[in-house]
């Protein structure tokens, strides 16, 4: 048996053992606990609710596109699933979502569809509730009102592309956010931007 001082990691302080602080509690993440299961609760509650609606006109057909990459290991240049233009040359811009979509169906059937949905949804509400409280907000009252925010939006979320573009432009504000707070001092994740003509 180890002692206080043989090869223990941190040694206790006044009889108590007190762990390292991390890199995410130096960045503001140690107060996440009651507000993350607050905005969970409420995505969970949603998605629960929602669940009968969640499928729309396009999801089967970007589930079917993704297992079809899945089964070539490329992303098709022909559109192989409409009728009326079976055949034709086309461009999948959606091709990632589509593949992520037929993993998480893969792994759990409709279930873990909603599971993908749900977990977007969550983590771009979570991405907010960060960038309140970064910009001032206290806690609680920020977790109140993206709750409140993401229960009135959670009917636009549905087995779309378009969940993915919501926590990613959530992701892009923060990081902006914390970019024009450290005034370009600290190192910037770097968002690869392509512009076509």
Known sequence: MLGAGEGSRSAPVSGRWRPRRGRLAGMGWRCLSLPALLILVVAAGRMAADAHRMFHGDAL????????????????????????????????SEWGYDLVLSLSYLAGGYWGMLLLTGALFAAALAVVWRGAVLVGAKAVPAAVWVAVAGGLLSAYWKLRPQDMAYLAFAVMLLVLERYRRDQGS????WLGVRHEC
Do not use: A, E, K
Not at 186 to 189: A, C, E, F, Q, V
């Open 186 to 189: 600290s190192g910037i994740l």
């Open 61 to 92: 057909w970007h589930l079917m596109n993704g297992l079809w990459i899945l089964h070539h290991g490329r992303i098709p240049v022909h559109d192989h699933f409409s009728w009326s233009m079976t055949g034709r040359p086309w461009q999948d």
